[in-house]
Each structure stands twice: as C-alpha cells, then as structure tokens.
C-alpha cells in the first residue's frame, strides 16, 4: 500500500456525506495500484485507521461559508483553522488526529492530508447533497488524485 485515503460522514446527514460522496465516486473512476480506499462513519474511527507508515489524505465536510468550496490542509493548519468540525460524537479530525498521535507516537502516518468540502450546518435524515455541495464533488476528486498520483 502506497496512500490511504479515508472518507468520512453520514450519509443519512445530507452535506455530511460528502466525504463518501467523494469515495464513491473515486472507486468508480479507479485509482493507481496501491491506494486503499476506506470509510469511516465517525471521527473517532480514525484513531486506529491512522495507524500507517503510508501517507493518508482524509476527505470530509467542515461547516464554513460559502458552501461548496474545497479544501486541501495538513493536520496542523486543519488544527488551527476557524473550520468548525462536522461530528455527531464530540470529536472532530483534528481531535480524533492528535489523540492518535498521542496514543500511538511514532505509529501515526508522518503524512496527513485532509481534504475538506464546506457545507451549511448538515441536516438529518436528509440523503442527497445540496447543489452547492454536490457541484464540489468532482474538484475534490480531482484534489485527491493529485494527492495520491494518479
């Protein structure tokens, strides 16, 4: 394995499951050998899916204005952005990155990329993308390809 890429949310959370949205559609286009595609429904799955020596590229929402804007931070800017986390348990990625660090120094992949799509405030029970949100999918796709090599 040569990249980990993650996609986070819900998609039973509208704009949430853009990270999925995201993952799905980077299936579907098919990506160089030896990238692993992954899901995680909460943020705090990825203290042990951090576990790598490979690189990882995160993809999830972050509540900011306008919507439909992507993203790409390292662990440390996404720490210290005015992004607000999407999370239904308490515990954003940049949380969910430092407790793994500091859990398990020195077995965190050394490179964390995240990829972030802004969304309004996500809704429940509400399963497709806004418009906004949706028309974003296809530029962080390409973001994560780039990221990855492909």
Do not use: F, K
């Not at 299936?27 to 203290?47: H, M």
């Not at 576990?51 to 440390?76: F, W």
């Not at 992949?109 to 806004?130: F, K, N």
Request: charged content about 20%; hydrophobic content about 50%; cysteine-free.
């Amino acid at each position: 394995m040569h990249v980990r890429v993650i996609g986070l949310g819900q998609a039973a959370a509208g704009d949430d499951g853009v990270g999925l949205a995201v993952l799905e559609r980077l299936r579907e286009r098919g990506l160089p050998e030896g990238v692993e595609l992954l899901r995680a429904a909460e943020d705090s799955a990825l203290i042990s899916l951090l576990e790598t020596a490979a690189p990882v590229v995160l993809i999830d929402a972050a509540v900011a204005t306008p919507p439909g804007e992507v993203l790409e931070l390292t662990a440390d800017e996404l720490a210290s952005q005015s992004l607000r986390p999407v999370s239904t348990h308490g515990m954003g990625v940049a949380q969910a990155i430092a407790l793994a660090r500091a859990l398990a120094p020195g077995n965190v992949s050394p490179s964390v990329r995240i990829v972030a799509v802004t969304i309004a405030r996500p809704r429940r029970y509400r399963q497709r993308l806004s418009a906004a949100v949706a028309a974003a999918v296809p530029r962080a796709v390409d973001r994560v390809v780039a990221l990855v090599g492909g």
